[in-house]
């Protein structure tokens, strides 16, 4: 909808020593938001995304250089966690790292009566009883990152994550489709 | 061989289905809880999970509340991971770990509406309490996040909240600290925490050493009705739905056992 992220990756680069890892490449992420200071709630989402990717990007293969993410908010209109994971996957398919699989975010807004909203508006957020955002990877649709906010029962979880898994589908065809039109340009 | 090569030592261990330390994968270290040690704070609590100590203080002050929720007070978490507590801890700022702890602790606050914000309020519009909840690691040893839930848990159970009224004429509040009220706990939620190793194996409570070999790590918070307050799964190796569920329902069965420790050790402190 009208929530924009834009994602720049910077990497594999030569990185301090301090940071140095002789396992792999030194993965890191910041969120900027649109006004104000980053605060400990991009420090938490800035967490959730570097670990998200830390486990699809092959580090091993560039090991001893450091990979960076810089996330900027443009607007934001709901679903921000989603948006992000979507850019951060988009922006490491675009600069070619290798990658074992791809993730998608999406997030599901539980209404007071049970019902499902997949991506909510920022209004359909505040009126939902629990908002969950889940990362699902694209080789066997299992729960790469899930983060819960209000409380929901576990069957409701449950056919949340179904209803996201069977959303993943239409973000990878999306995928799919912008990758195809940049290179067949 | 421990020191040289860490994950194949334990993966010997997981093979057996047990852990270094005689643990079988499901099984919690011992949990002790002492409530009320710390004289100056309204309420505290200290938590031993294993090697792992966590202390929450928790002190009352007075605020005006905001001006678009005029009956709502302030709960302010702050976890801090001290230097002491661990190598991997440096002085100065918050790291990026305790940061995150601190967001996740504000989250579960919020979700679990452990204590309503209206039951803080003293004065419309005018006066509310503000609850700062400082929760100290001391001693580093795995599985912060159960044990300072937990911590933060005990601490406020155990606060005195002393009664307050305004004087009408000067307008002023006035406080009694010799009548004192404890605070309404709604919900108790309880954290339990998971490592996962190579994609498949999970284990419950995970030490330092087990954090730093996991592929990642998940926690779920659950309160007495069974309902979800939170499930937090940064990043790591991915889960399919089942194993998510499976931990979903150890996690059931760990809130019974931790609630039952709590009431315990608040009715040996109650005279």
């Known amino acids: 909808g009208d929530t924009s992220v834009l994602a720049g990756l910077y990497g594999p680069v030569e990185v301090k020593g301090s940071k140095e890892s002789p396992d792999g490449a030194t993965l890191e992420v910041l969120l900027r938001p649109k006004v104000g200071l980053p605060g400990v709630g991009e420090r938490s989402r800035e967490q959730l995304l570097r670990r998200t990717c830390e486990a699809v990007v092959l580090g091993a293969l560039h090991p001893r250089t450091a990979i960076t993410l810089v996330l900027q908010v443009l607007s934001d209109a709901g679903s921000l966690l989603s948006c992000c994971l979507n850019a951060a996957c988009m922006g490491l398919l675009d600069a070619g790292l290798p990658l074992s699989s791809l993730f998608?975010?999406?997030?599901?807004?539980?209404?007071?009566?049970?019902?499902?909203?997949?991506?909510p508006t920022a209004r359909q957020e505040q009126e939902a009883r629990a908002v969950l955002t889940f990362a699902i990877d694209s080789t066997e649709r299992?729960?790469?990152?899930?983060?819960?906010?209000?409380?929901?029962?576990?069957e409701e979880m449950?056919?949340?994550?179904?209803?996201?898994?069977?959303?993943?589908?239409?973000?990878?065809?999306?995928?799919?489709?912008?990758?195809?039109?940049k290179y067949s340009k | 061989f421990r020191t040289v090569e860490p994950l194949e030592y334990y993966r010997r261990f997981l093979k057996e289905n047990c852990r270094p330390d005689g643990r079988e994968l499901g099984e919690f270290r011992a949990t002790t809880v002492n409530i009320g040690s710390i004289t100056t704070a309204d309420g505290s609590?200290?938590?031993k999970l294993g090697n792992t100590t966590v202390i929450c203080g928790v002190k009352a002050e007075l605020a005006a509340p905001a001006v678009d929720s005029a009956n709502k007070g302030y709960i302010v978490p702050n976890v801090e991971l001290p230097s002491l507590c661990s190598t991997k801890f440096r002085s100065g700022p918050p790291g990026e770990e305790a940061q995150a702890a601190s967001?996740?602790?504000a989250d579960v606050i919020e979700n679990s509406q452990i204590i309503a914000k209206e039951d803080l309020c003293i004065a419309s519009g005018k006066l509310a309490w503000v609850l700062y909840c400082d929760i100290i690691c001391l001693d580093y040893d795995g599985n912060i996040?159960?044990?300072?839930?937990?911590?933060?848990?005990?601490a406020l159970k155990n606060v005195q909240l002393p009664s307050v009224t305004i004087n009408e004429e000067t307008g002023l509040s006035e406080v009694n600290l010799k009548q004192k009220n404890p605070l309404v706990i709604r919900k108790h939620p309880v954290a339990t925490s998971f490592a996962i190793f190579d994609d498949t194996l999970l284990i419950v409570d995970p030490t330092a050493e087990e954090e730093d070999l996991a592929t990642g790590t998940v926690t779920v918070v659950t309160d007495e009705e069974d309902r979800l307050c939170s499930v937090h799964k940064p990043g790591g190796s991915p889960l399919t739905g089942a194993k998510l569920q499976d931990c979903i329902t150890r996690a059931i069965t760990r809130h019974k056992e931790v609630k039952k420790l709590i009431d315990k050790v608040i009715r040996s402190i109650k005279p």
């Open chain 2, 45 to 47: 609590a200290l938590v």
């Open chain 1, 142 to 154: 299992k729960v790469l990152m899930a983060t819960t906010k209000g409380s929901c029962s576990v």
């Open chain 1, 104 to 119: 998608c975010g999406v997030t599901c807004a539980l209404g007071a009566q049970g019902s499902i909203v997949l991506d």
């Open chain 2, 145 to 154: 996040l159960d044990a300072s839930a937990f911590a933060l848990l005990a």
């Open chain 1, 158 to 181: 449950q056919q949340c994550l179904a209803a996201a898994q069977r959303a993943a589908d239409t973000i990878f065809q999306f995928y799919r489709d912008s990758v195809r039109r």
């Open chain 2, 103 to 105: 967001q996740f602790i």
